[in-house]
């Protein structure tokens, strides 16, 4: 089994920062793609930033120029560099991770438990 621990969520005042950590861990042979996604209560969960094995990244055009998603050194973690915070950004944030488990299967997509970010104004 394949287990995602978030970390760094909490509440803080608009136009401020956060940091979110991400580590993976368990039964990993390889992990291509890592990300964060959210979700607001009401709305459906969405992609926030994504990061490709090899470093090609993606944000939604919401956060671009506010947000940063970087992989760790030992690329089983991912962080995402939260600035300039807005109330619309209140959300779960969840790390997502496509893992494969060993040689022979293909990756699957993974699901930590999920951070509260809130956001005052």
């Known amino acids: 089994q394949v287990q995602l621990a978030e970390s760094g969520g909490g509440l803080v005042q608009a136009g401020g920062s956060l940091r979110l950590s991400c580590a993976a861990s368990?039964?990993?042979?390889?992990?291509?793609?890592m990300g964060w996604y959210r979700q607001a209560p009401g709305k459906q969960r969405e992609l926030v930033a994504a990061?490709?094995?090899?470093?090609?990244?993606n944000y939604a055009d919401s956060v671009k120029g506010r947000f940063t998603i970087s992989r760790g050194n030992a690329k089983n973690m991912v962080h995402l560099q939260m600035n300039s915070l807005k109330p619309e950004d209140t959300a779960v944030y969840y790390c997502?991770?496509?893992?494969?488990?060993?040689?022979?299967?293909?990756?699957?997509?993974?699901w930590g438990q999920g951070t509260q970010v809130t956001v005052s104004s």
């Open positions: 990061i490709t094995g090899g470093g090609t990244t």
């Open positions: 997502n991770a496509d893992v494969r488990e060993n040689y022979s299967r293909g990756p699957a997509p993974y």
């Open positions: 368990g039964r990993i042979f390889s992990i291509n793609a």
